[in-house]
């Protein structure tokens, strides 16, 4: 077996000793060479703008209530009862490991790096480009040293390029103190990890459950909605969820993409399987990942909000400097 260059640890029903698994009975999310080339061969010509404004905003210093701020993509400002957090970091102009190629963003961040204010915890999910970008962490770490939270392995990858970065890595099921009285717990999810071709599931992948203030905020990072199960045991077990952060954006065709990335109407079942209060859509409009058109995710979502008959108000597309507020 090649060797885990990021995690040593014991078996357990989704780590075989070398690499993470999804849980038992969910869809194969690995896709071969040759899946690739089919999948290239026959995508569309759906081009996306090369540019779409953004008039970045300054958020407040601290919030007592409950707010989230756009930044782009997964990257989200969440501020709760003083707390601030950062959701998957990219300010990069490409999710990518190199500069010059691969998806470049079409909007600008909904808040510039100098306008953030002082981020306390980041919470990231796994380590595909778009979620894990070095360079922004490098940043963030200068300005603020902040306490990054992360699923197993994750911590090598980023020690490797900042060895004094703060982070704590924990399992599915594990809760970890983020400040007095708070705490992330790192959920399942739906996915899997890479950062080069050698290194396939080698760090574990998923989402986190925030209790902070009274209230419970649900970040699923990237995730496919497959059985449904992870997400009615997480409804289960921490009953209804004041906000639920839900990626909408990267899913076609649904062939590849189903069993790693939920489209807007598994999104929605996500929204009630969890009994969410709200939701905002995330994880669309910046990067061109897939197929689809640029706006397809937010229309999808208002299409099947309005086939069950639920409030569009309820869960929202949100776009880069659009804020947020739930309740006080």
């Known amino acids: 077996m090649t060797r885990n260059r990021y995690y040593q640890g014991p078996s357990s029903d989704h780590f075989d000793g070398t690499r993470f698994l999804n849980p038992a009975g969910e869809p194969e999310t690995d896709r071969s060479f040759g899946d690739l080339l089919r999948w290239r061969r026959s995508a569309p010509d759906n081009r996306w703008p090369s540019s779409v404004d953004v008039v970045p905003v300054i958020p407040d210093a601290r919030v007592d209530g409950l707010r989230v701020t756009m930044v782009g993509h997964a990257t989200l400002l969440i501020?709760?009862?003083?707390?601030?957090?950062?959701?998957?970091?990219v300010w990069s102009d490409r999710a990518s490991p190199l500069s010059f190629a691969g998806p470049r963003r079409v909007t600008m961040p909904g808040v510039r790096l100098d306008d953030l204010p002082q981020i306390d915890v980041i919470l990231l999910s796994h380590n595909h480009y778009d979620h894990l970008d070095l360079a922004s962490l490098r940043t963030l770490h200068a300005r603020h040293n902040p306490l990054v939270v992360t699923p197993l392995g994750n911590d090598a990858i980023i020690h490797g390029s900042i060895s004094t970065a703060r982070v704590e890595t924990g399992d599915w099921g594990d809760a970890i103190e983020i400040a007095p009285g708070a705490k992330a717990h790192i959920v399942p999810a739906l996915h899997w990890s890479s950062r080069g071709p050698r290194d396939r599931r080698m760090a574990l992948w998923g989402g986190f459950v925030v209790e902070v203030d009274g209230r419970l905020i649900y970040f699923a990072g990237d995730t496919g909605y497959g059985t449904g199960n992870i997400f009615r045991a997480i409804g289960q077990?921490?009953?209804?969820?004041?906000?639920?952060?839900?990626?909408?954006?990267?899913?076609?065709?649904?062939?590849f993409m189903a069993a790693q990335h939920c489209d807007p109407g598994e999104a929605v079942r996500i929204f009630e399987d969890v009994g969410a209060r709200a939701a905002v859509g995330m994880h669309w409009g910046?990067?061109?990942?897939?197929?689809?058109?640029?706006?397809?995710?937010?229309?999808?979502?208002?299409?099947?909000?309005?086939?069950?008959?639920?409030d569009p108000a309820r869960f929202v597309a949100m776009r880069p400097a659009d804020v947020a507020d739930f309740g006080g």
């Open 237 to 255: 077990r921490f009953g209804a969820i004041d906000l639920a952060i839900l990626p909408i954006g990267a899913y076609d065709p649904r062939w």
């Open 79 to 89: 501020q709760a009862g003083g707390l601030n957090i950062l959701t998957d970091p």
């Open 286 to 310: 910046t990067f061109k990942l897939t197929d689809e058109a640029r706006d397809d995710p937010a229309n999808r979502l208002t299409a099947a909000l309005a086939a069950r008959g639920m």
